[in-house]
C-alpha cells in the first residue's frame, strides 16, 4: 500500500520582510561586472570629450610649427609643419618679447606665491577648525567676505594707488604682494582640517606634551598633504596666467610670460599667428610638467575630497 507525501506549504514572506540581497559572484566582483557597466553611447561620450579637451592643444602644436601664411590660409593646415623648431628658436631670441626673461619672472613670482598661499593656508585652516580663539567667527566671516569681492574691479585702483606710492612699479614685488594671502586656500584648509585631523588625535597629542607649532608640523600637514598639492596647483596656474595686474605695475623690459606672449603678438597690420602660438606652447610646458609629476596626488586629493 502506497501513501502519497505531501507538499510542504511554501512560506511566504512576512510583510515589510525585505529579501537578503543577492551575493554577487567572486567572478563578477573581480571584473568589476555587476558594479556598473559603460555602454557604447557612454564610451562614445567620454571619446567625444577626450577629443573635445585634446583638440585646443593639438591645434596649438599645428600652428606653432608652421608659418603664419600656411596657418591663415584656406584650407587651414590640420597636420603639424617643419617649422616648430625654427619657430622656438626665434620666439625665444626675440629681443622686444624678453620670452626667457619673461620665464624666469613668472617663474619667480608664482614660485613664491604659491608657497607663500599653501603656507598661510595650511596655517589659516587649521587655527580656524581646531583652534578657539575670541573673534574667530568674525575673521572667518572676513575671510569669506573677501572671497565675494573681484579684486580686478573693486581692489585694482586702490592697489595701484598703494604701489605708486611705494615706489614699486616695473618691479616684481608689486606683483607679488597682493596675491601672498587667499581667501579661498583658508577656507578650503579649514573644511579639510574639519574633517580629516578628528578633535580626538589633537587632544591626545597635547596630553602628551606637544605643542600648537608641533600639533600643525607632525599631525595636520601630514593629513593635509593631497589638500596641499591641489591648492598649489590652482594657485600656480592662477598666478602663473594672470595678465592684468602685472599688465598695469611692469613694463615690456620687465614682463611676465603672458606680458612676453603679449609683445610676440604686436605687429603693424596683422598678429603673427605662428609666434603667439609657440609662445603659448612655452608657456605652457611648466604646468604640463606638473600635471606629469603631480598627476596621482591632484587625483587623490580631488577624490579624497570629494568623499569627505
Known amino acids: 500500500m502506497s501513501t502519497a507525501t505531501a507538499p510542504r506549504p511554501v512560506q511566504a514572506d512576512a510583510p515589510g520582510q525585505a529579501k537578503p540581497p543577492r551575493r554577487k559572484k567572486r567572478r563578477e566582483v573581480e571584473s568589476g561586472e555587476g558594479v556598473y557597466a559603460p555602454t557604447v553611447l557612454t564610451r562614445l561620450g567620454l571619446l567625444a570629450v577626450a577629443a573635445l579637451s585634446i583638440f585646443p592643444l593639438y591645434w596649438m602644436i599645428v600652428i606653432a610649427s608652421t608659418t603664419t601664411s600656411n596657418a591663415a ?28 626673461l619673461g620665464l624666469r619672472n613668472s617663474m619667480i613670482i608664482t ?47 586702490p592697489l595701484y594707488i598703494v604701489m605708486v606710492e611705494l615706489q614699486w612699479l616695473d618691479t616684481l614685488q608689486a606683483v607679488i604682494l597682493p596675491f601672498l594671502i587667499n581667501g579661498f586656500g583658508i577656507f578650503m584648509m579649514r573644511q579639510y582640517v574639519e ?63 603672458q606680458l612676453a606672449i603679449r609683445q610676440l603678438s604686436t605687429a603693424t597690420w596683422s598678429a603673427d599667428l605662428s609666434m603667439i602660438f609657440t609662445g603659448t606652447l612655452i608657456s605652457i610646458i611648466p604646468i604640463a610638467i606638473l600635471f606629469v609629476v603631480f598627476g596621482r596626488q591632484i587625483v587623490s586629493g580631488i577624490m579624497e575630497g570629494s568623499s569627505k
Open 73 to 100: 590660409g584656406f584650407p587651414p593646415a590640420l597636420l603639424p609643419g617643419p617649422n616648430l623648431l625654427e619657430n622656438l628658436q626665434q620666439a625665444l631670441t626675440d629681443p622686444e618679447a624678453n620670452l626667457l
Open 195 to 257: 574633517q580629516a585631523v578628528p578633535d580626538e588625535i589633537i587632544e591626545a597629542a597635547r596630553i602628551d606634551g606637544a605643542s600648537t607649532l608641533g600639533i600643525w608640523w607632525r599631525i595636520v600637514l601630514p593629513a593635509l598633504r593631497p589638500a596641499m598639492v591641489v591648492l598649489a596647483l590652482l594657485t600656480f596656474m592662477l598666478n602663473w596666467n594672470e595678465f592684468l595686474w602685472p599688465f598695469m605695475v611692469l613694463s615690456g623690459e620687465n614682463p611676465t610670460i
Open 111 to 157: 614660485g613664491i606665491v604659491t608657497f607663500s598661499v599653501v603656507l598661510i593656508s595650511t596655517l589659516g585652516g587649521f587655527a580656524f577648525a581646531k583652534l578657539k580663539f575670541r573673534g574667530s567667527k568674525f575673521l572667518m566671516g572676513t575671510v569669506l567676505f573677501s572671497m565675494m569681492v573681484p579684486l580686478q574691479q573693486l581692489g585694482i585702483v
